[in-house]
């Protein structure tokens, strides 16, 4: 196999894999860094420097929109990773002259200038809270896993128009109404998408083609994920009761 | 406000929830699973034509609404400004752009510019071949030499535009002088970087040789040596050379979502 075919075979795995997209990443990561030297003039360095990791997403996004037949992979990374650096480097201008409070304070010892500063919130408090956010996220992720899915798929399906987005949640708001019906999709790992378009109104279609989603959706209404749904602020969820 | 939750990190992306319920895949720019964000780079995605919609439909589609769009005064499309591109050879030049990326004004910036653009007939020329004339031009005229540096700065309304524009530019002007000239681009007000300096490496003089008895000899004719004939002027191909990559077209119509 050229090396030409072995690209384009990783590519098209990493589309499918999360996993597979961070080895062809870390495969590419030296021409993924020279075309970042080129565009800052100087190396750059893995967790100091934003841009690297903004010429990383880059070149992922153009793993997950390459199409074989319209030219050269490499091609097409080094343009959008041109365009992505050149798009963040305007948005940056915007943020010159700010100094950044992670950054290390006047003095000789490691104390950022947000260690400094008393801003009367309780560090011990925030970082209990963020342990059980965390825990909370993989019981999440494995409760996904269940249904056979990854957070990277639910995202790669969640829907794209506003209008869809809300009738997933109307489907939502009306799984809420029968309990019954989320403990069933907990026990048989199965979307019960007649009793669900019947219930909201919206077309057992547009549930079916976004299940991934709608699976997400009503896990994270189901018990334990209390910090996760605290999130969710701007949701806007109707209740609807069942028509008859 | 929109706020973001980071739930799962890989090398090059995050997946996080935003506060209206959207699982999205933005730039890991360093995050860790829990963390909240008020600002993401999220992935660009294209739309695909919904199956309903054949190509051909689109093409007369797009050829109908061509003909409406020229029937209701194109001209004042194709003559409003979209953008500029500047060009910093010293000589330095200005081509201001319409939607379709030909130039309707070319403007020299110093007197050397304003010598380099004279009799170069720009107006609705591609922006993209008068951005290689003028710096071939440059080249021949002797403004620009070997390891010389130009440099690019795009402005425009639409960010897409300036980046996309900056790319197609900086890669046709890198295959036209193939690597013999920097091409660097920069974002309006920035400085541009020093031009790389040359490499020196010194030479430690011969040591003088010590002095022996002058032999009688006989003197030789000095030997003239021949100046070096002048390196032929590079010509350069004109041809276009197609980018291997087609540019995306922007995919306006909407799926069935």
């Given at each position: 196999m050229s090396q030409g075919d072995k690209l384009i075979t990783m590519v098209e795995e990493a589309k499918k894999d999360g996993q597979a997209a961070d080895r062809l990443i870390e495969a590419y990561l030296p021409f993924i860094r020279a075309e970042t030297a080129k565009f800052i003039h100087r190396h750059p360095q893995e967790g100091q420097d934003e841009e690297l990791s903004v010429a990383m997403f880059a070149f992922y996004e153009a793993a997950m929109a390459y199409d074989a037949s319209r030219g050269a992979f490499i091609?097409?990374?080094?343009?959008?990773?041109?365009?992505?650096?050149?798009?963040?480097?305007?948005?940056?201008?915007?943020?010159?002259?700010?100094?950044?409070?992670?950054?290390?304070?006047?003095?000789?010892?490691?104390?950022?200038?947000?260690?400094?500063?008393?801003?009367?919130?309780?560090?011990?408090?925030?970082?209990?809270?963020?342990?059980?956010?965390q825990m909370e996220i993989e019981a999440y992720r494995q409760d996904l896993a269940l249904f056979g899915l990854t957070l990277s798929d639910v995202a790669d399906r969640c829907p794209k128009q506003e209008r869809t987005l809300k009738a997933c949640q109307q489907v939502l708001a009306y799984a809420k109404t029968e309990p019954g019906l989320i403990r069933d999709l907990l026990q048989t790992k199965k979307l019960p998408v007649t009793a669900l378009a019947k219930g909201s109104g919206v077309a057992k279609k547009t549930i079916e083609r976004h299940r991934d989603y709608v699976i997400a959706l009503l896990l994270a209404f189901s018990n334990g994920f209390e910090i996760i749904r605290g999130h969710l602020h701007a949701m806007t969820i109707e209740e609807k009761g069942g028509e008859a | 406000m929109m706020t973001y939750l980071v739930l799962e990190t890989h090398r090059a992306y995050a997946v996080v929830l935003d506060s209206e319920g959207r699982f999205l895949k933005v730039a890991n720019l360093g995050y860790a699973v829990g963390q909240e964000l008020e600002e993401v780079m999220a992935i660009e995605e294209k739309r695909a034509l919904p199956f309903s919609l054949s190509p051909r439909f689109v093409q007369g589609l797009a050829a109908a609404a061509v003909m409406v769009f020229m029937v209701l005064g194109s001209w004042q499309v194709l003559l409003s400004p979209q953008g500029s591109v500047e060009m910093q050879i010293n000589p330095d030049i200005m081509a201001t752009v319409n939607r379709l990326d030909r130039v309707i004004r070319l403007e020299g910036l110093n007197p050397d510019g304003v010598t380099l653009i004279e009799d170069y007939q720009a107006r609705m020329q591609p922006v993209d071949r008068v951005a290689r004339d003028l710096a071939v031009k440059a080249l021949q005229e002797g403004y620009l030499t070997d390891g010389g540096q130009i440099n690019l700065i795009i402005d425009g309304q639409q960010d897409a535009w300036v980046a996309e524009t900056g790319t197609r530019l900086s890669q046709e002007l890198e295959a036209q002088f193939e690597g013999r000239v920097r091409i660097v681009i920069l974002v309006p007000g920035e400085t541009p970087p020093p031009a790389p300096e040359p490499i020196v490496i010194p030479v430690e003089p011969e040591p003088a040789p010590t002095p022996s008895p002058a032999p009688v000899s006989t003197p030789t004719p000095a030997q003239v040596t021949p100046a070096p004939a002048p390196a032929p002027a590079p010509t350069y191909d004109d041809d276009d050379d197609d980018d291997d990559w087609d540019d995306a077209d922007d995919d306006d119509a909407d799926d069935d979502d």
């Open positions: 091609a097409l990374a080094s343009r959008n990773i041109r365009h992505r650096l050149i798009d963040y480097s305007r948005k940056e201008a915007r943020h010159r002259g700010l100094i950044s409070l992670d950054d290390q304070g006047p003095g000789e010892d490691d104390q950022s200038l947000l260690d400094r500063i008393d801003d009367g919130t309780d560090r011990i408090g925030d970082r209990v809270e963020n342990q059980a956010l | -």
